[in-house]
């Protein structure tokens, strides 16, 4: 097991939660036939191990910014970071309304999306809440978005090769970091935070990432302390991706790319941009 006590003290130190974290002891499964384990799968198992640990020894934090050669691949780009973003908002306005646009697409259109490739005009990170479906809040249709998610949202290294796919590969000018009201893995963050509230371990290591957003915060916003933190969670989440990839800092920098932060209110369904 992680010892919680060192997390959490390495977190009073203002250390940086690591977006990757396994239990000591953890051995990597292997699937073998009932009564047919042989010495072979133990060698394999022992091979897997050996992979794993040489594997983990390459994951850095994602505060190191990572040194990237331009892209070999450049998709070209269909609309500006502002007209992304214009589209977000536009969509937005008409679910928050409680009107929709798009409507389920004809085989045809399948068939167009299967054999013509995809080119999404966002990245959209956000929480795995079931009430905070990006397609729905922003009126949008297959082929439009690319959704990571992870609750919170929080965003490990294999998350952010989902991010820098999205953008060097298939051209999307645009990334929001989208935290939504009422978000109860933000709630469990604030419990680990101020009341030492006891996870085991993959529920902890979730709400790790989140706790510095609610330290930052807690002084000041003591009487709203989980929105305060969701807000602050994801624009800290958007400060760090503008530094984690050499090409998504490339392409800010040229004005190509936009990495912004938002809310969205569960209750009135309207998203709050912070650009
Ligand atoms: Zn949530």
Redesign the pocket.
């Given at each position: 097991m992680v010892s919680r006590r060192l997390l959490l003290g390495a977190l009073a130190a203002g250390l940086t939660a690591p977006t990757l974290a396994l239990a000591e002891g953890d051995e990597p499964s292997i699937l073998t036939r009932k009564g047919r384990r042989t010495r072979r799968a133990l060698k394999s198992q022992a091979a897997d191990k050996a992979a794993l640990d040489k594997a983990l020894t390459q994951v850095k934090p994602l505060d190191e910014p990572v040194a990237v050669e331009a892209a070999e691949v450049v998709a070209p780009q269909m609309v500006s970071p502002d007209e992304a973003l214009g589209r977000l908002k536009q969509g937005n306005a008409i679910f928050a309304r409680g009107g929709a646009t798009i409507a389920l697409p004809a085989a045809a259109r399948l068939a167009d999306l299967a054999g013509g490739g995809q080119r999404p005009f966002a990245v959209v990170v956000a929480?795995?809440?079931s009430?905070?479906a990006p397609e729905l809040i922003f009126d949008c249709n297959l082929g439009e978005l690319y959704v990571v998610r992870a609750?919170?949202?929080t965003v490990s290294q294999e998350s952010l090769g989902s991010i820098v796919y999205a953008v060097e590969r298939l051209g999307a000018p645009l990334v929001v970091v989208l935290?939504?009201t009422?978000?109860?893995?933000?709630g469990s963050a604030v419990d680990v935070a101020t009341r030492r509230a006891d996870l085991r371990g993959p529920l902890l290591n979730m709400v790790l990432p989140i706790v510095p957003a609610v330290l930052g915060v807690q002084d000041r916003h003591p009487a709203d302390l989980a929105d305060a933190a969701?807000r602050q969670n994801v624009r800290d989440t958007a400060a760090r991706l503008k530094v984690a990839d050499g090409v998504l800092a490339q392409r800010l920098a040229e004005g190509r790319l936009k990495i912004v932060s938002a809310a969205h209110d569960l209750a009135s369904g309207r998203v709050e941009f912070d650009a």
């Open positions: 929480c795995s809440d009430r905070a609750a919170g949202p935290g939504h009422r978000c109860d893995v933000v969701m």
